[in-house]
């Protein structure tokens, strides 16, 4: 699962050296924290937060099929 985030997070942004992804928890719940330069905060989020919405369901659908719950965090730089 993270490395669909980092896949989809690197094809949206212009500083594709300044992606950082983390995964922690444990079990059956994941929680990935995604992190980007403050200049391509708005192409992750979107307008509206439709884009981050879009990722995070790609998220649920990943981690269903694995029989886990995962939920993204956009992290502020």
Do not use: C, F, H
């Not at 922690?24 to 905060?41: H, P, Q, T, W």
């Not at 307008?47 to 995070?56: F, L, Q």
């Amino acid at each position: 699962m993270k490395e669909l985030i980092d896949y989809i997070a690197k094809s949206l942004v212009e500083n594709q050296q300044e992606v950082q992804v983390r995964e922690s928890g444990g079990g059956n719940r994941v929680r990935i924290e995604l992190i980007v330069s403050k200049e391509d905060m708005g192409r992750v989020i979107g307008k509206g937060g439709k884009v981050a919405n879009s990722i995070r369901t790609l998220l649920r659908v990943a981690a269903d099929r694995l029989g886990k719950q995962a939920t993204l965090d956009v992290i502020e730089p």
